[in-house]
């Protein structure tokens, strides 16, 4: 049932092309426009009088919400936060029946996120689910649903869950941008376009699995690992920390690049791996500050492990490493960016000979506040 892989996660991981696929499968009708079908309660007329739009999430699917909030308020202009459901319901937040609840949640059963959108609702916001299980608690108490069709993930730790949640987020940005009038047709059709190829750019990313294979072996006795990243880099970077702390049970930290000098950059020590997700050429400074970076960290003697764009040649004087990434715009790059640091956590915990699909401690839904 593992298909010839070790484990669920590694099979999952590999899964993931058809997974984004089959999540924006279906998306458009006949006029060209993009439809969400389980809309239900939630009337165009309630998008467009929307004037907050709150994300709840736990764990993996709270970065993936972290990574929506750029993508969201980019193309909408409405303010749009991201808590994690445990923070949210117990500060009293400020919402009202013109608050849009987006909560991102594979299960569907997670019981923190289940209580803060009770509350969302309770106080008058509608909520949409973005889930991957078909007709879970979350879904059914919620006014709408994007079901992610990533087919089931069995790893605790999760991957295709986590990109097919960005996808469903892009989706659901472009959606509220189509509805309010932001963006026309032709520009929501180029995100979309550019998202149907992400299939194949993650594709060659798994295809270049054994460089990231071979690097997991050159550090597996290392015990403490930084991720840095800026924008949507940010959350990928938080997201390939938690890879490590959930199966390979090591010490990992990530950090928005621009706080490095803020303090984070005191634990650099000599040899310390710092994996750095550079954000495409061209795009405002963003990418030259976090070029930046990787120059402060190497100059204390950190082995810098760079994902970049395959095209750009401004980190080789810095990089120990370079993972090239398929060239993609910034706010997509997260559904590249995030495959590599998930081959390297699966990797090793391979090889440190832990259970990766079953790690200690942790349940694949956890269904107690
Ligand atoms: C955690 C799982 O407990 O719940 C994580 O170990 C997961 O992998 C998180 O990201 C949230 O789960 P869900 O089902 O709500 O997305």
Not at 106 to 134: F, P, W
Not at 268 to 274: A, K
Not at 293 to 306: C, F, K, L
Request: hydrophobic share 45%; glycine share 6%; with cysteine.
């Amino acid at each position: 049932e593992k298909g010839g892989f070790d484990w669920f996660m590694r099979k999952e991981i590999f899964e993931q092309p058809q997974a984004i696929a089959d999540t924006l499968l279906g998306r458009y009708n006949n006029r060209g426009e993009l439809v969400l079908d389980e809309m239900r309660s939630i009337s165009q007329e309630d998008l467009r009088r929307v004037n907050k739009i709150v994300i709840v999430a736990c764990g993996t699917a709270y970065y993936a919400g972290m990574v929506a909030k750029y993508a969201i308020e980019h193309w909408t202009r409405v303010p749009c936060e991201v808590e994690v459901a445990s923070e949210f319901r117990y500060r009293d937040p400020i919402i009202d029946p013109l608050t849009l609840c987006v909560t991102i949640s594979q299960s569907g059963e997670t019981a923190d996120t289940l209580m803060a959108i009770r509350h969302a609702r309770v106080q008058g916001a509608k909520v949409i689910a973005i889930c991957n299980t078909n007709g879970a608690t979350i879904p059914r108490e919620s006014d709408a649903v994007i079901y992610t069709h990533a087919g089931p993930e069995i790893g605790v730790a999760s991957t295709k869950g986590f990109l097919t949640q960005v996808a469903a987020c892009y989706l659901l940005g472009l959606y509220l941008a189509q509805v309010r009038g932001m963006k026309y047709a032709d520009e929501i059709r180029a995100v979309t376009d550019e998202l149907g190829r992400t299939p194949q750019m993650i594709q060659q990313l798994l295809d270049n699995a054994q460089q990231v294979y071979d690097l997991a072996r050159d550090l597996s006795s290392i015990n403490d690992f930084i991720f840095l990243g800026r924008h949507v880099g940010y959350p990928v970077a938080l997201e390939g920390a938690l890879k490590l702390k959930e199966i390979a049970y090591q010490h990992a930290e990530g950090f928005a690049a621009g706080e490095l000098k803020h303090g984070p950059i005191a634990i650099i020590e000599p040899g310390m791996p710092v994996f750095v997700i550079v954000p495409p050429q061209g795009r405002d400074q963003l990418h030259d500050k976090v070029v930046s970076n990787i120059q402060e960290v190497r100059a204390r003697g950190a082995r810098t492990i760079v994902l970049v764009e395959e095209d750009d040649a401004d980190v080789e004087a810095y990089s120990n490493v370079i993972i090239r990434l398929p060239r993609v715009s910034t706010l997509l790059q997260p559904l590249v960016a995030a495959v590599p640091l998930q081959l390297f956590a699966c990797e090793l915990a391979t090889l440190l000979g832990h259970d990766v699909d079953q790690p200690r401690n942790l349940a694949k839904s956890v269904t107690v506040e």
